[in-house]
Structure formats: structure tokens, C-alpha cells
């Protein structure tokens, strides 16, 4: 069974500084992995995702991921974030036989201070 | 394009009240189709999923049910609410060819008082 863990459940960080979500997942099988976002009262988008190939993964809004196979991790960072960043974000794990089933870790709420 | 949709976005109910939540997929056929539900510091909990219609796969024993009566609807329902349906309900959607990602609805904040 695939599992993910999300280190720290919120993160408070000044406006422009650099920020890194922490994420490890466990699972016997390869896996896909994401990072989604979710702003209050609305549903989720995804972020980035790995897939195959580079580890290092960009997605939208300048954030990026990296894929470390031998510490199971796959955590998020921005060089610089912005007040718009303050959300919950969402690392999460399928596997590569269809997706049928997508893990989410509890989350990290990101709070971003001026 | 494709759209995912859920109805309603709010709903107060009281204990031991009927829920019946929708969501339907434009834009895309034979979608697999999910159930979540977000409690409060608990991230996203996979609640149902199906593959095609009428195929319902249960993730945790629970007070609700789904249904899938037609190949782009999805519906959570229950027939008597406990205090502890409340939540935040995501409806998603995964295609074929999609590489992976799953497509979320707007959600349903539900309180059951």
C-alpha cells in the first residue's frame, strides 16, 4: 500500500523568501507524483508532477519539485514566494497501472507574511 | 475542453437527514470518477471511486454510498446523516491518456448539524 507523509503542516514564511514543502511517500511499486494546490473554499489544481525522466520537475506559478528515489522524497520549493501563494498544499502518490487510486498526505498549509 | 462539475457547493443538513451530492464530467468519456472527502487537518481521505457505470469500489466502511448511473455522473449519497459526514466533498475525474493527474471539482462544503 502507497502511503505519504508531509513533514510539517504549516509553514509560515516572509513575503520574497525561499520556501520548501517537504514530502516522503512509501510504496512497493513505481510511482507517479504530484503536488497539488488548493485555495480556501475551492477545489484542487495540480501544481507539478513527476513522471519519468529528470527528477527535477517544474510547474507552474515558479515553484518546482525533486524526485529523490533513495530518501523516497519529493519536495516542493519557490526561490520567492508571494502573498498569493498563501494556500494548502498537497503532495500525493499513484501508481503507474492506470491511477486508479491517488494517496494525498494531509497537506501543508503555506502562509505567506508581508 | 473538459469540465468537471459538483452540486451543491453548500449544504446545512440536520442528523439523520438524507445527502445526495452530484458531479458530472463534460468533455471526456468513460472518465474514472472519485470521492473525496477533506475533514479538517486530515488532507483528502479517497472515499469511492468507479471505472465505469455501475462499477463502485469502496475505499472506507462508512455511512454513505455511490453511484454511477450513467458514464459521466457520480453521485455520494446517504440515508441518514451522522455529525461526523461534515466536510469539504471533492468530486475528480481521470481519463485515459490523462498522464496521471486527477481533474477536481469545486467541492461541497457539507455541515450536518
Known amino acids: 500500500a502507497q502511503s505519504v507523509t508531509q513533514l510539517d503542516s504549516q509553514v509560515p514564511v516572509f513575503e520574497e523568501a525561499p520556501v520548501e514543502l517537504r514530502c516522503n511517500y512509501s510504496s512497493s511499486v513505481s510511482v507517479y507524483l504530484f503536488w497539488y494546490v488548493q485555495y480556501p473554499n475551492q477545489g484542487l489544481q495540480l501544481l507539478l508532477k513527476?513522471?519519468?525522466?529528470?527528477?527535477l520537475v517544474k510547474g507552474i506559478n515558479g515553484f518546482e519539485a525533486e524526485f529523490n528515489k533513495s530518501q523516497t522524497s519529493f519536495h516542493l520549493r519557490k526561490p520567492s514566494v508571494h502573498i498569493s501563494d498563501t494556500a494548502e498544499y498537497f503532495c500525493a502518490v499513484s501508481d503507474k497501472d492506470g491511477g486508479f487510486k491517488t494517496i494525498f498526505g494531509a497537506g501543508t498549509r503555506l502562509f505567506v507574511k508581508a | 475542453s473538459q469540465t468537471i462539475h459538483q452540486w451543491p457547493a453548500t449544504l446545512v443538513q440536520p442528523v439523520g437527514s438524507p445527502l445526495s451530492l452530484e458531479c458530472t464530467v463534460e468533455?471526456?468519456?468513460?472518465?474514472?470518477l472519485y470521492w473525496y472527502r477533506q475533514a479538517a487537518g486530515r488532507g483528502l481521505q479517497l472515499l469511492f471511486y468507479?471505472?465505469?457505470?455501475?462499477?463502485i469500489s469502496s475505499e472506507v466502511p462508512q455511512n454513505l454510498s455511490a453511484s454511477r448511473p450513467q458514464d459521466r455522473q457520480f453521485i455520494l449519497s446517504s440515508k441518514k446523516l451522522l455529525l461526523s459526514d461534515s466536510g469539504f466533498y471533492l468530486c475528480a475525474w481521470w481519463g485515459q491518456g490523462n498522464t496521471g493527474e486527477l481533474f477536481f471539482g469545486e467541492g461541497s462544503r457539507l455541515t450536518v448539524l
Open positions: 468507479s471505472v465505469g457505470i455501475g462499477q
Open positions: 468533455g471526456t468519456s468513460n472518465p474514472n
Open positions: 513527476y513522471l519519468s525522466g529528470s527528477t
